[in-house]
């Protein structure tokens, strides 16, 4: 018996080993989870590393809101409107739904920011983690695209014509600009296709290529392991020992005499006794 067991199973616990076994001898499905979820992470690890976690938990509230409104929304330039009055006034919880939806987008793009501040202010961008900082930088845009293309979908003033100002903006980008505006817009201006190319956009496009992204972006996370914080103690004593091995190559390469040698990144001039 090993520390972790607890007992006899109950029959609900027997069911759920039984199916695990099951999916496991077919699909490896144990030593998938295992590598996934059960690896050491460095010490001193601290809450500023669940922020990426944290736009995860958002990214999932907000597909779960969005089905829901999906089922009352209707992408069409005469009806849109209206359906949107009816999620908030009449739908039962509607109004809470569609408040999640939209304090929740918000919410999203705080964190995955913040999310991207620590991971520069860490460092956790160098090698070896650089693609993983390329597939957040590709989840970032989506992100930011999926904020543009849902402000039209309430289709009153507001959001009809700071879209056709967003469009304006990027159809004045230099050589792509104009293309990417018509595929937006469906057309070289807002047409009856407009909506639904947005909603498509919002609701199929993005959210598939955010999943896809967020998959490669964990596949790495899981790969290579999360960075130490700067101030941990191991990280200290590995720049310590990096110090001390260029202030001694430095020393070597010093001419016999010199008495102080600068090594990056020491703040302090080393000084060096002749003869060392
Ligand atoms: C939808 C947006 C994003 C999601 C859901 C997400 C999710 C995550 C998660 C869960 C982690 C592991 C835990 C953590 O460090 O917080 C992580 C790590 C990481 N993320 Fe993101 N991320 C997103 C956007 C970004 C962006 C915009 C960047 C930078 C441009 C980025 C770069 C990185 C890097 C380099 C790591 C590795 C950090 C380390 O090794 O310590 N991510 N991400």
């Known amino acids: 018996m090993s520390t972790t067991d607890i007992g006899p199973k109950g ?15 077919r699909a490896g499905a144990k030593t998938g989870i295992t590598w996934f979820l059960k690896r050491n992470i460095p010490s001193e690890t601290s809450w500023f590393q669940t922020l990426g976690f944290a736009a995860m938990a958002t990214f999932g509230l907000q597909a779960v809101t969005g089905m829901i409104l999906a089922m009352y929304y209707k992408p069409d330039p005469t009806t849109a409107y209206s359906s949107i009055q009816h999620i908030t006034n009449e739908v039962t919880w509607g109004w809470l739904v569609r408040g999640m939806h939209k304090w929740g987008a918000s919410a999203m793009i705080i964190l995955v920011f913040l999310h991207m501040a620590r991971v520069f202010l860490f460092g956790s961008y160098k090698y070896p983690r650089e693609l993983t900082w390329v597939t957040g930088a ?12 849902g402000y039209l979908l309430v289709w009153d003033q ?17 050589i792509i600009g104009p293309y990417i505006a018509d595929i937006l817009r469906a057309g070289s201006n807002f047409n009856p296709d407009t909506l639904s190319r947005f909603y498509s956009i ?9 999943a896809t992204f967020i998959g490669l972006h964990l596949f790495l996370v899981s790969k290579l392991g999360i960075t130490e914080p700067p101030w941990a103690k191991r990280a200290m004593r590995a720049r310590r020992a990096e110090e001390a ?17 600068t090594v990056a990144p020491a703040t302090q001039p080393v000084k060096v006794e002749a003869g060392q």
Do not use: C
Request: proline share 6%.
């Open 158 to 174: 507001r959001a009809y014509w700071a879209t056709v100002v967003a469009m304006n903006i990027t159809a004045s980008a230099p």
């Open 202 to 210: 919002h609701m199929l496009v993005i959210p598939g290529g955010i």
């Open 245 to 261: 091995a260029a202030r001694a190559a430095a020393r070597e390469r010093a001419p016999q005499g010199r008495r102080e040698v």
């Open 11 to 25: 029959p609900v616990g027997q069911v759920g080993e039984a199916v695990v076994e099951y999916v496991d001898r």
């Open 138 to 149: 590709i989840l970032l845009i989506m992100v930011m695209f999926m904020g543009l293309t």
